[in-house]
């Protein structure tokens, strides 16, 4: 059973185009997270949402919405894509009120932007 | 701003070998994490570190925490093929378990 699971595993797209990917998680937890792996392994945290709630909106360019219908799942949508956009997307999990728990991360998805 | 740097950020071991992995982060925090990635792979948690003097120990790893000088150390015995990865480590900036500041990595060779 994969605990977090994305979708697409790559992504190959074009300069301008719109694309989403997905995110579930089957562990029950109730946040969760995306973060950006660039080029050098660099990762950095993107957002976060409790309960369907916002609670961590870094500083991200507006092309980027997130969207969580419900707590197992946490999507994000890219507009107008750009070169600097390919990178590893990575969504992680946790429960918010085991404080101290580790995040759970998902495959990642390879963002190729030509 | 939260810093969060480790060194060194590229290490060539042979095996057999000890080795540590340093990770200085820049403002007061109680909660450290490890994490390893493999190539190509997710990230998979090693160790959650959550109080001053905190050790852990799993197989070959040993992971520690001085919140006072705001330094963790991974620490590798007798280093073998199968560890060889990109560790990281991450600061939890707000101490509320969610915003995980990352370090840069360490990738790990180890060489026969």
């Known amino acids: 059973d994969t605990a977090v699971s994305q979708t697409p595993k790559y992504l190959v797209t074009q300069m301008g185009n719109d694309k989403s990917i997905k995110c579930e998680q089957n562990l029950g937890h109730d946040t969760m997270y995306w973060y950006k792996q660039d080029s050098k392994k660099f990762l950095k945290i993107m957002f976060s949402y409790n309960n369907k709630e916002l609670i961590i909106n870094e500083t991200v360019p507006n092309r980027f919405s997130p969207k969580s219908p419900d707590k197992a799942h946490l999507n994000l949508h890219i507009n107008s894509l750009e070169l600097g956009d390919s990178a590893v997307y990575f969504c992680?999990?946790?429960?918010?009120?085991?404080?101290?728990?580790?995040?759970?991360f998902g495959p990642g998805t390879r963002l190729t932007v030509l | 701003e939260l810093k969060v740097e480790q060194n060194p950020l590229f290490l060539s071991m042979q095996e057999g070998k000890n080795y540590t992995i340093y990770c200085n982060y820049s403002t007061t925090s109680d909660r450290l994490y490890w994490y390893r990635q493999d190539p190509g792979k997710s990230l998979e948690s090693l160790f959650v570190?959550?109080?001053?003097?905190a050790v852990k120990q799993e197989g070959r790893l040993m992971a520690s925490l001085d919140t006072k000088a705001r330094l963790s150390t991974l620490h590798i015995t007798a280093a073998v093929h199968d560890l060889s990865a990109t560790y990281f480590c991450?600061?939890?900036?707000?101490?509320?378990?969610?915003?995980?500041?990352f370090g840069q990595g360490t990738e790990l060779s180890v060489k026969p």
């Open positions: 991450a600061v939890d900036k707000d101490n509320q378990g969610g915003k995980l500041i």
């Open positions: 992680a999990s946790r429960w918010f009120a085991a404080s101290t728990d580790t995040q759970y």
């Open positions: 570190l959550l109080s001053n003097g």
